[in-house]
């Protein structure tokens, strides 16, 4: 029954300088000041010496790091991944897959649902292949294909429930019907890879849209005269817009414009990651695609197109507070509390408060990851701790 005192506590909307929090068996029991008087006796007593706690990240939107990928379904890959994101503080993990052909697209969520009910992940986001050639950015677009009924059922059959979002252009053929489709099936559809008009942007909102996919990216650009997808999920309370806050896929001028217009209770920060994520530069697959990176950015081999991200949730929260100039509260509401509310987990994670689970990550002056814990245990600590 661990107590941390002496900590920067990080909740929904305030931070609690000198804050202790009481960890009982997985949960958390108590959150409070120092100075508030202690009346449960606490086998361990942990000084965290003015270091924050945050809520453990929830990344709705990866397919992979640490020399591995989520993409091909595979047990061993997806550990590794799983396991690489989880030192950067993500405690909890969509994966997400990229276009590829249905058969092997069944196959890979077949791998993945088991993965979901194993605890591992937290549910599968299908990228692809219900996208724009338009927009397709690191998808093949000759495996791109309009989002057909019975495909989509087929697809949500293989996953028994584990498909959490599937991200759709809902300009293409039967795009609009997929997403109630989606929506009956209670599955979040999510809006991107897409050329659609501000006008067939708001049918789809209007048809269920809850997301937006990495919003400005592999979407129709804004303009005053055509104001597109990027509009129309703005201005629609009931729409999370994803951003990759890497300062390369947004400038940081319009991430924070966008933690203004949406509010962080509508911003999820996600990473977009691959697996050459904290893999260094070098030569990697995507899916089918031939991936390089240099410079720690990753690009196609046979365009300049940006291919996914190699970030991670601890620098994307960095970002967002040291460069971005977004309060830290706010920042922790984007990487943890709005992506566990819109997956439905709201009750469970995102935030520190008791009676949640207790996945937190403590973090140095400088907003680097110093420990992590999952559910009450210390996954990774340092010696001084
Ligand atoms: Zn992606």
Redesign the pocket.
């Known amino acids: 029954m661990p107590l941390l005192r002496n900590a920067r506590l990080v909740l929904p909307d305030a931070v609690v300088d000198n804050g202790r929090l009481g960890v009982d068996g997985e949960w958390i029991t108590a959150i409070g000041a120092d100075d508030d008087g202690d009346a449960v006796p606490h086998a361990e007593t942990l000084d965290l010496a003015g270091h924050w706690v945050v809520p453990g990240f929830v990344d709705m939107?990866v397919?992979g790091g640490g020399g591995a990928s989520y993409t091909g379904g595979q047990p061993d890959q997806a550990h590794r991944a799983f396991e690489f994101h989880r030192t950067h503080g993500t405690t909890t993990s969509i994966a997400?897959t990229v276009a590829t052909a249905v058969d092997e697209l069944e196959r890979v969520v077949c791998g993945l649902s088991e993965l979901v009910e194993d605890g591992l992940l937290t549910g599968i986001h299908l990228?692809g292949p219900f996208i724009s050639a338009a927009r397709c950015g690191a998808h093949d677009p000759a495996l791109l294909r309009t989002p057909e009924a019975g495909v989509l059922r087929r697809l949500l059959d293989q996953g028994r429930g584990a498909i959490r979002m599937v991200t759709v252009a809902p300009e293409l053929d039967g795009g609009v019907r997929a997403v109630r489709q989606l929506v009956d099936a209670g599955v979040i559809a999510a809006l991107g890879h897409t050329d659609a008009s501000y006008e067939q942007a708001r049918a789809a909102i209007d048809a269920g849209v809850t997301v937006a996919t990495?919003l400005f990216n592999a979407m129709r650009g804004l303009h005053h005269r055509d104001p597109g997808p990027v509009v129309a999920a703005l201005e629609s309370d009931e729409v999370t817009v994803e951003l990759i806050n890497d300062g390369l896929h947004l400038h940081d001028a319009v991430a924070r414009m966008v933690f203004r217009a949406a509010g962080p209770h509508r911003v999820a920060l996600i990473t977009?990651s691959l697996s050459t994520t904290g893999a260094g530069d070098g030569d990697y697959r995507l899916g089918p695609l031939a991936v390089r990176v240099v410079d720690g950015v990753a690009r196609l081999v046979d365009s300049d197109t940006i291919a996914?991200s190699t970030l991670t949730m601890d620098a994307a929260l960095r970002r967002a507070v040291t460069v971005g100039g977004i309060p830290i509260e706010q920042a922790c509401r984007a990487a943890s509390t709005t992506p566990a509310k819109v997956l439905g987990l709201g009750h469970l994670v995102g935030s520190l408060a008791v009676g949640k689970r207790a996945d937190l990550v403590v973090l140095d002056a400088d907003l680097r990851v110093a420990a992590v814990m999952v559910a009450g245990h210390w996954v990774s600590r340092p010696r001084w701790l």
């Open positions: 939107h397919h997400s990228e990495h977009d996914g």
